[in-house]
């Protein structure tokens, strides 16, 4: 725990990571089609966390119950939960989790990604900034910005 | 003589004056070699002793010193003593000559000869008139070498010194900051605290200055030449502050205050010191710190950061309850076991009664760590602990919190297990049996799975109790397994049915040779009932599964012979109600696995080796022969079938591997005669023609029982000789060149390589390869042999055979000779040959450089990298997927051709994502993943168009390729 600056929340609550996805029978059976489901959404989105050495799974920030997502009408709806109300980061996090998607979803799909309600001081707010198309290519020009936020998508075994 | 002294007085003139160091090696290997005495050298160094120059005497003293290091075996003890005097003396002189003095001394102490007294005054003189932390490391090294050496061979009169040699010691080391010395000193101080140096007035001084290091933070330098690693330090400190009980009072304050520390590393060595330590002490030396222990020992294990620091907290609890517990009490001290109980059991018993199961774990651990440590601690414990455990069971109607308390449960019993004595001791669970009993057995009749499993493993952990289970409750638990076993369908439960009955049949085989079995039995041989149609279907599968259950059960129960006897004839009558028609060609082969499973677990004993090589062999051999006889016509029996048979080898020969050796020669010559001579003699319900010749059948049904022989003689230990092998060997050669049967000729090859490669070296060997040989040749030349393919398998199979007799290493070696010699035809062949056959090719190319090992792959892609690049485009699926997955390795650490090729590496990888077999859509991603970590100008290019391509199996109907795409995809 090095590097001089105050984290916001130094020890949060730790949840436990959910095992690895099970493999049914049919993964491996090339005649059946297999919908992307909230599970498969959920594993995509293991973020580290820009303060803790963490994934946003072990922090709570996102919960499985809170990823939604329907292959027929191509949308996906994410909620995450800051781990404190005035979570300076909340932007950053919902950014990385847009960005995320953005790579790793086909391009038919609608992603919307939003602050699970009553968790953040100024909710309404970033959720705007979140939704707002123009806000966030204009944010990933910003080369500082775009760093950090490959930084958090970097897996940890790389 | 005189020659020789002006010699002398030039390497000493040359040294001291003309400062070459060499010569001091010349003068030592003089010395050594007889030419002159150390006294000789001492005379001509007269004029550079006595010199008004410092430096020049402080040179003369390193020539004497540097000899005397080489040549210190040779004196006698009346120069050690003269050299002592004068070593002592220059002590006092110019700070300058300190150094020489210091490395001569060293070199003295190494003497043998040393006269008695002169230890003492060696360190007398050294610790008044040196300060040693002024000077130099190699000095200071110097110096505590020197002690070393003495307290080696000195010991009786260092202890003589008292308290003053520790007290010299201590201003010597105080304020040391060299590694390489500090391992010196902790040494020294090692050896002062476990030899029984008189510490005297100065315990605490010792103790401040070694202790001042704790706990040791030191991170060797890159390249560290010296080799003083961390934990070495930190063992040798332990030794140190570990090493005394007078240390007590200092350092458990101090492992108090050290847990409190941030860093990771200095609670680990903060824990492990105080396990350590503990195990030295006595009740007396810890009771003070008790409390101020425990309430560290819990936060950290409340609190916990990482396991290792959690396990070592446990062990340190466990360690001071051992300490406490061993400790012998006078009649005025209290008990402070009970004391330190009571604080344990006051902060955590709470934990286990909390609604919400909160801290139910940390505070369970810490507990049974506790408990572990002596019987006394775990009566304590459990007598606190276990009522409310099962009043919580019989409280909490939630599965979820049932599981936990039971898990908890089991980590007592499994932790009472650890200390329990031989002595005949009741178990501490004695007065809880009957709660214990009834919690479990409630547990078995939930219907939830995971609690069902639980119970088994407790109820596994309660018989393992020594005499705690009785007759009874045994009897009750068989009828639980037996209940779950036939009516459970849940997959992991009926696993844990069987794990737990095969540890209790072990401990308790009675009961289940009197119930288990027998039930069992009836409910396999019971037919299922079908009235209707409409139900049968799914009844016969129930059943089949029932059935299936069972069969594991009987080979998980059979470990003692007396289950054996049991369970194997139950086994043995599932294989003959087969021939009639009343199980399935599925259940035959578990029935046989079973078997194979017994013969593979059971304790190797005459008894059980009489059963297997007596009993079962040759009535499984009877087996097959009545249904070979039988022939195909009208109701085919099952063991006719290859499944069948291939399971009922493994059978025979782990028996004859594994089981009593000469009765598995004695089977090997009854399978042999039976072959050989159709001698049906030793065969159970014996009504079998005599004139049966199995080697010699053309009917299948006959012929493919080479099978069978094949597990009787090849499984052989090595030290027996199978009998009659020529013969054998004759007729299997002829067999496996003429019947038509695949699995009758590939057995029969199997059965004669088995056999060559048992064979030992020597000419008779050798003949019968050449004429194997001959007759493979002659049958592969003639274009009207119809035995092409026999002929053919058995070349493959000697080859194999003779192969596997010589070192693994050169399989590698002939995989890569093989390897050179081929690759340059089949490039050839391919450019070549038409179009059409070139698939061919690069299917032959891509399957050799797919076995080849990593090292020769890299080295040998280069050349066939076009070739490869090549066979990616070709429409084989086999081939895509045999170059992909050897491509893959290349490409995390990619030749420099490689990325030349890039461009039509990509086109060709991006192409094959789209291809129709998942598989190659898998590995292709996996490649184009591997891709991403190149060099960053090297790829950029492409950059754009790799992305847009992977946009497509994004949406890819398979979830798994998907999986892969998302990864490459983002890493690119």
């Known amino acids: ?158 | 003589m005189a020659a020789d002294s002006a010699l002398l007085l030039s390497l000493v003139e040359e040294y001291v004056s003309g400062l070459q160091d060499s010569k001091a090696k010349d003068t030592a290997t003089a010395v050594k070699n007889g030419e002159f005495t150390v006294l000789q050298l001492v005379e001509a160094l007269g004029l550079s002793l006595t010199s008004s120059q410092p430096h020049t005497r402080a040179r003369g003293v390193q020539l004497l010193s540097e000899v005397l290091h080489e040549c210190y075996g040779g004196l006698t003890e009346k120069e050690v003593e003269v050299l002592l005097v004068f070593y002592e003396n220059r002590l006092k002189d110019h700070h300058v000559i300190t150094p020489p003095v210091l490395q001569g001394l060293r070199a003295l102490t190494k003497c043998t000869v040393l006269p008695p007294g002169s230890a003492v005054s060696m360190l007398r003189s050294l610790f008044q008139d040196v300060h040693v932390q002024s000077l130099m490391l190699t000095e200071r090294a110097y110096v505590y070498n020197m002690l070393i050496n003495l307290m080696a061979i000195r010991e009786a009169e260092l202890k003589g010194l008292g308290a003053d040699f520790v007290f010299g010691f201590v201003q010597s080391m105080d304020g040391e900051r060299d590694p390489r010395n500090l391992l010196l000193a902790f040494q020294i101080a090692k050896g002062i605290v476990l030899r029984g140096y008189d510490l005297g007035k100065f315990t605490e001084e010792l103790f401040e200055v070694t202790s001042c290091y704790f706990p040791i933070d030191f991170s060797p330098p890159p390249n560290d030449p010296h080799g003083i690693t961390r934990e070495e330090l930190i063992l040798t400190l332990r030794d140190v502050l570990t090493g005394t009980p007078g240390f007590a009072e200092f350092l458990l304050p101090l492992i108090v205050e050290k847990l409190d520390s941030d860093v990771q590393s200095a609670k680990l060595d903060s824990l492990q010191t105080l396990t350590a330590c503990v195990s030295q002490y006595e009740h007396k030396d810890l009771a003070e710190f008790l409390e101020g222990l425990w309430a560290s020992l819990r936060r950290e294990v409340f609190q916990t950061s990482s396991e290792k620091i959690e396990s070592a907290g446990l062990a340190a609890v466990t360690a001071i309850t051992s300490c406490l517990s061993r400790s012998v009490l006078n009649s005025d001290s209290e008990d402070s076991l009970n004391t330190f109980l009571e604080l344990v059991l006051k902060d955590c018993k709470h934990h286990l009664c909390e609604p919400d199961l909160k801290l139910v774990w940390p505070s369970a651990k810490l507990l049974q760590a506790a408990c572990s440590a002596s019987f006394r601690a775990s009566c304590v414990i459990t007598a606190a602990i276990m009522p409310s455990l099962i009043e919580q069971y019989t409280n909490r109607a939630q599965c979820s919190q049932r599981r936990t308390l039971l898990e908890v449960v089991q980590k007592f019993l499994q932790s009472v297990k650890t200390c329990q004595t031989s002595e005949s001791e009741d178990s501490v669970f004695v007065a809880f049996r009957p709660s214990l009993c009834s919690m479990v057995f409630s547990a078995l009749t939930e219907t939830n799975s995971s609690l069902q499993v639980t119970a088994c493993s407790v109820l596994t952990s309660l018989a393992q109790q020594p005499g705690l289970l009785l007759d009874s409750d045994i009897e009750l638990a068989v009828d639980h397994l037996t209940r779950l076993l036939l009516t459970e369908q849940d997959h992991t439960v009926s696993v844990a049915v069987v794990e737990c009955a095969g540890a209790l049949a072990e401990l308790h085989p009675a009961a289940f040779i009197s119930n288990f079995i027998p039930r069992l039995k009836t409910e396999m041989f019971s037919e299922p009932i079908d009235q209707d149609n409409n139900r049968a279907e799914s009844e016969q599968l129930s059943h089949h599964a029932v059935r299936q259950r069972c069969l594991s059960a009987l080979a998980a129960v059979s470990i003692k012979p007396s289950v054996v006897q049991e369970s194997t004839p139950v086994l043995l009558q599932v294989l003959s109600a087969a021939h009639t028609g009343g199980f399935s060609v599925e259940e035959v082969v578990l029935a046989c696995r079973s078997l194979q499973r017994i013969a593979e677990q059971v304790p190797d004993s005459e008894e059980t080796g009489r059963c297997f090589h007596d009993v079962i062999i040759p009535r499984l051999l009877s087996l097959a022969l009545q249904a070979a006889l039988q022939g195909e016509d009208g109701n085919r029996s099952p063991l006719l079938e290859e499944a069948v048979l291939s399971s009922m080898v493994p059978i025979i020969s782990t028996s004859c591997s594994r089981l009593q050796p000469t009765l598995a020669l004695q089977t090997a010559s009854r399978a042999v005669s039976l072959f050989l001579d159709g001698d049906v003699s030793f065969l159970p319900d014996n009504s079998f023609p005599s004139n049966i010749q199995l080697l010699k059948q053309h009917s299948w049904t006959q012929s493919q029982m080479v099978c069978l022989l094949v597990g009787c003689v090849c499984s052989l230990p090595r030290s027996m000789e199978v009998p009659r092998v020529d013969e054998l060997l004759s007729a299997l050669e002829e067999m496996s060149c003429s019947v038509l049967h695949p699995l009758s000729y590939t057995s029969a090859a199997k059965c004669l390589s088995g056999l060559l490669n048992k064979k030992p070296h020597g000419d008779s060997l050798d003949s019968r390869i050449h004429s194997t040989m001959k007759r493979v040749c002659s049958e592969l030349d003639s274009s009207s042999s119809s035995v092409h393919t026999q002929a053919f398998t058995l070349m493959i199979w000697v080859a194999k055979a003779l192969l596997l007799r010589y070192h693994p290493l050169f399989t590698t070696l002939t995989d890569k000779r093989f390897f050179s010699e081929n690759s340059a035809k089949l490039v050839q062949g391919f450019n070549a040959a038409p179009q059409e056959k070139k698939p061919n090719f690069l299917k032959a190319l891509s399957n050799i450089v797919n076995k080849l090992p990593k090292q020769v792959q890299l080295t040998e892609l280069p050349a066939l990298l076009s070739l490869l690049l090549e066979a990616l485009s070709c429409p084989d699926l086999g081939v895509q997927l045999s170059t992909l997955s050897c491509l893959q390795p290349v490409l995390v650490d990619p030749p420099p051709s490689l990325i030349q090729q890039l461009e039509a590496l990509i086109g060709r990888l991006l192409a094959l994502t789209g291809s129709p077999d998942m598989e190659v859509r898998i590995s292709s991603l996996r490649c184009i993943h591997a891709v991403s970590q190149f060099p960053e100008h090297e790829i950029l290019p492409v950059r754009a168009r790799v992305l847009r391509a992977l946009a497509r199996p994004l949406d890819d109907r398979k979830r798994l390729v998907r999986r892969e795409a998302v990864h490459a995809r983002n890493d690119w």
């Open chain 1, 1 to 158: 725990m090095s590097g001089g600056t105050t984290l916001e929340n130094a020890n949060p609550v730790i949840f436990q990571r959910s095992g690895e996805r099970l493999l049914a029978d049919t993964d491996a059976d090339e005649d059946v089609h297999d919908p992307i489901d909230d599970r498969e959404i959920f594993d995509i989105l293991s973020i580290n966390d820009p303060e803790h050495p963490l994934s946003l799974e072990e922090l709570n920030v996102l919960e499985q119950v809170r990823v939604k997502v329907n292959d027929a009408e191509s949308s996906v709806d994410v909620q995450f939960t800051p781990t404190i109300p005035h979570c300076s980061m909340a932007t950053l996090i919902g950014l990385s989790i847009k960005v995320k998607l953005l790579r790793s979803l086909p391009e038919r799909f609608k992603i919307d990604v939003s602050i699970t309600p009553g968790t953040h001081a100024s909710e309404e707010a970033l959720n705007k900034q979140l939704a707002d198309k123009e806000r966030v290519a204009a944010a990933l020009e910003n080369s500082a910005l775009l760093e950090v936020v490959n930084q958090c998508l970097t897996n940890k075994s790389t």
